[in-house]
């Protein structure tokens, strides 16, 4: 065992922490923390990044388990999505007098 | 308005003043970044409880007839004040009364020490404040029935925090668990002030204003078998239980306090901060 | 794609100003550089946080107790979101305490002065806050998101501090003459550190170069301290105080303050930690965490020890 893991064994995990700032938003990551479990973790984040009453609910959930595109395929990934315009509501050409759409 | 509304006011707001106190000494200082930001927020929170209550008490002493309010505290700063017919306030709750005029538990005076001293000091007032502001919101004072409304929510969130620590050092290492152990024994004897009525609080049971400790023995003992059970600690054994703090008389721990807090106050009298 | 490509896309997202992400390709100099710069400001808040918390319980009124408190805490928290962002570039929040511990990584030099009174946390929050603000503003643009999405969230929290020191100034500078006398000691002893918190001159900065290039750094040392210099002055007018240095003036052809000579032996002493406090706040820091240290692990011991009970149960 190398010296680092020694002395590291008392580290605790990694999480990510998710807050939705008021009622009928998205849940948004806000930054990360570090706490022992998941309950500690949500406490944590409580303490941590709602001090200034910025959230009504938190995710958490070990950065480890977080699973990310990898950017250099970002090409196959999300340029395909550029030519599908007709998945945006301005493709489409309506009356001006047509009015909550 | 009588003094013995002011003094249980001022029970209240001492320990919430001194618990605030205490935990405010770990600021910078804590084992981890993620907890030195969790125990400030209790800290805060006790100071903010404190203040709303001081405010209160500055009131009602404010509102005491001249000859009561020379009577009530002996510290010359104090006296001064009065003489100069001025009101007080707050800050001069807090910075100008002596030892023997604060009527905290002897619990919130004793040292951090340790995590697991802090742990065991925040498991028995939390325990005893979540009971103790649950009973007060009924009041028939409605100022002192809506500081304890707003202040439950806070010190329901204080009691979660510190018997999770608790459970988490009692049942954590062997270390760990023999800290924890030492701690919860060591502070034991400074509990049953906590649930035993004095004068003022008899008195004020008995208005309809303050909260029957005596119904609340068995609640906080029940809750804190219940902690100490799942964190594997043994109950400590009951024996000779410190008293004197709801009276005036402390332990050698809150003349420092006092001397650290109110040392800008007194070494600097009547100046705006 | 080869190398070279992957170098001159990472090229045309700096030109563009496009953020690079964690897992982004980088050089690798810019990864340490960042690592670097990121922990060192980590460190700056948590060793900040020592010589305003002297002063906690001894804060002469219930309501500045309370927003001390709350701004140390602060600073906790600045700590913890720079060494999260840190902490995506690949290295783990212990490394950086044992690089700080062990005197290997540095912090901001200003934190090894000691606050001898109340006007400290006054002078802190004016002048201390102050130039941190005018450092991390640029920042909140830097081009490593994590980093930059970081300093949106300090910049955003910092604000009250600086307010609440020039206040503290304030209220002193308008009250009776050993309150006065309080300011403009602190004044006089928080100055000249304050303005070599933006570092050593630019011909004697040897990576501001580099840093400026890779926009995580995105004006020079002394832009930011002739720039905090003519702010600066002006407020210690309103608090009727005199900044110490005999050779400030209004130069009207450069259209800001000239300013005496920086001591920057006095300046690279205290880097080296040879300054009043040096040694007394790594020492703090480092007792925090080594007497901290059975705590985490009784927590980790717990938590595991959970889990497998839970798997226990479910078998």
Same mark, same amino acid.
């Given at each position: 065992m190398s010296q680092q893991e020694t002395e590291h064994k008392s580290e605790w995990p990694l999480w990510e922490v998710f807050i939705r700032s008021k009622a009928g938003l998205d849940h948004k990551h806000v930054g990360s923390l570090h706490a022992a479990d998941a309950q500690m973790a949500i406490e944590n984040a409580r303490d941590v990044y709602t001090r200034r009453m910025e959230g009504v609910s938190i995710w958490v959930v070990e950065s480890k388990y977080l699973h990310t595109s990898d950017p250099d395929e970002s090409a196959s990934m999300y340029e395909p999505a550029n030519d599908k315009i007709y998945r945006h509501p301005t493709f489409y050409n309506l009356p001006d007098e047509l009015k909550h759409m | 308005m009588s003094v013995q509304k002011l003094k249980y006011i001022l029970q209240i707001a001492d320990n919430a003043l001194i618990m605030g106190h205490r935990l405010s000494e770990w600021c910078g200082h804590g084992p981890i970044l993620e907890q030195d930001i969790a125990l400030t927020n209790i800290a805060l929170d006790h100071l903010g409880q404190a203040r709303s209550l001081y405010q209160y008490a500055a009131e009602q002493f404010n509102e005491l007839p001249r000859a009561e309010q020379e009577k009530v505290f002996t510290s010359p700063a104090l006296q001064a004040i009065i003489a100069g017919g001025q009101p007080i306030d707050e800050d001069d709750m807090a910075y100008l009364r002596d030892g023997w005029d604060f009527y905290n538990v002897l619990l919130v005076e004793q040292a951090n020490k340790d995590w697991a001293y802090t742990a065991a000091r925040s498991l028995y007032y939390d325990t005893f404040n979540y009971h103790f502001y649950t009973g007060l919101q009924n009041s028939n004072d409605e100022t002192l029935a809506a500081i304890a409304e707003k202040s439950l929510k806070e010190v329901t969130y204080h009691m979660r925090w510190s018997s999770e620590w608790v459970i988490r050092l009692g049942d954590g290492t062997a270390e760990s668990h023999k800290r924890m152990q030492e701690a919860a024994s060591y502070l034991w004897q400074y509990t049953g002030e906590l649930c035993t009525m004095v004068e003022t609080d008899k008195a004020m049971y008995k208005a309809g204003t303050g909260v029957n400790l005596d119904e609340l023995k068995t609640k906080w003992a029940t809750a804190i078998g219940k902690v100490l059970d799942e964190a594997t600690l043994a109950q400590p054994e009951e024996g000779w239980m410190q008293q004197g703090g709801k009276e005036g008389r402390h332990t050698e721990h809150l003349g420092y306090i006092l001397a650290e807090m109110q040392y800008m106050q007194r070494t600097y009298p009547n100046m705006e901060w | 794609m080869t190398v070279h490509s992957f170098e001159e896309n990472f090229e045309e997202k700096l030109e563009k100003d496009i953020a690079i992400e964690p897992r982004d390709w980088m050089p690798d100099t810019y990864r340490k550089t960042l690592i670097r710069q990121i922990s060192q400001h980590a460190h700056s808040e948590i060793v900040g946080m020592l010589p305003e918390g002297n002063w906690i319980t001894r804060a002469p009124s219930l309501r500045r107790k309370a927003v001390l408190l709350a701004k140390v805490q602060d600073e906790a928290g600045h700590g913890l979101y720079l060494y999260s962002a840190a902490e995506t570039l690949g290295i783990s929040r212990d490394e950086l305490y044992d690089q700080l511990h062990s005197g290997k990584a540095k912090y901001s030099s200003i934190f090894n002065y000691p606050t001898l009174t109340w006007a400290d946390m006054g002078a802190?929050?004016?002048? @201390?806050?102050?130039?941190?603000?005018?450092?991390?503003?640029?920042?909140?643009?830097?081009?490593?998101?994590?980093?930059?999405?970081?300093? @949106?969230? @300090?910049?955003?929290?910092?604000?009250?501090?600086?307010?609440?020191?020039?206040?503290?100034?304030?209220?002193?500078?308008?009250?009776?003459? @050993?309150?006065?006398?309080?300011a403009q000691d602190a004044l006089n002893r928080w100055w000249w550190p304050s303005i070599m918190m933006f570092g050593p001159p630019d011909d004697n900065s040897p990576h501001t170069e580099q840093s400026m290039h890779w926009k995580i750094k995105r004006f020079t040392n002394d832009e930011l301290r002739q720039k905090f210099i003519d702010v600066t002055v002006e407020q210690a007018k309103i608090l009727g105080l005199s900044v110490p240095d005999a050779d400030l003036k209004w130069n009207e052809a450069r259209g800001h303050y000239d300013y005496g000579k920086i001591d920057w032996d006095e300046f690279w002493n205290v880097v080296k930690g040879n300054g009043p406090c040096n040694k007394e706040r790594l020492e703090t820091r480092r007792k925090a965490w080594e007497g901290g240290e059975w705590v985490r692990e009784a927590a980790a011991a717990y938590s595991e020890k959970r889990k497998q009970r839970s798997r226990q149960e479910a078998a």
């Open positions: - | - | 802190i929050g004016w002048l @201390v806050d102050g130039a941190a603000i005018m450092n991390q503003v640029p920042l909140c643009r830097t081009s490593y998101g994590p980093y930059a999405r970081a300093m @949106v969230r @300090v910049c955003k929290e910092e604000s009250f501090h600086q307010r609440q020191g020039f206040e503290i100034m304030l209220t002193l500078s308008k009250g009776t003459a @050993v309150q006065k006398k309080m």
